[in-house]
């Protein structure tokens, strides 16, 4: 710190030439910002126009197709975060999920779900989702299980 010191302060010319930098490195930022900005508002405009073609040509509603793209863009989000846990992590966060789940594989959750018919008038997608949660629910269930199964075969080596 001596070194930097000038009489009773910082030495003032490397104040300045420290302070020059800085604002010669934040203004090169804010042009490469500007500039990236740029670039995006042409993505924009794009995404606006395929987003008024599909309301003109196709009838698509909107505010419900941007939802869509919303709700796609999260669940890869939410997959992603999944995909990065490793193995022990991947197992607990699926149980934790499972624990937290819409009750589909007890007795009262399965009244609660709707039953298929022709009058069923859920989405395809809502169908999809339904028939993955299940799927994924007998693997939890398998998994649990087979855990419980190691539990009770560690247990009865013990004794």
Not at 61 to 84: F, G, P, Y
Not at 99 to 113: E, I, S, V
Request: aromatic fraction near 4%; include cysteine; hydrophobic fraction near 35%.
């Amino acid at each position: 710190m001596a070194a930097a010191q000038h009489g009773n302060g910082p030495n003032p010319e490397r104040t300045k030439e420290a302070v020059n930098r800085i604002e010669a490195i934040a203004a090169k930022k804010d042009a490469a910002h500007m500039d990236y900005m740029r670039q995006c508002s042409v993505f924009a405009e794009e995404t606006k126009a395929v987003y008024d073609e599909a309301k003109k040509a196709w009838g698509l509603n909107k505010r419900a197709l941007k939802a869509v793209i919303k709700t796609r863009t999260m669940e890869r989000k939410l997959e992603d975060l999944r995909e990065s846990l490793e193995g022990e992590e991947q197992d607990s966060y699926d149980q934790i999920r499972h624990a937290l789940g819409d009750l589909a594989d007890t007795p009262l959750g399965q009244a609660a779900l709707p039953i298929e018919s022709e009058d069923d008038v859920r989405s395809p997608a809502q169908k999809r989702r339904e028939k993955e949660r299940k799927t994924r629910d007998s693997a939890l269930d398998a998994v649990s299980t087979e855990n419980a199964a190691r539990i009770t075969a560690g247990i009865s080596k013990l004794n």
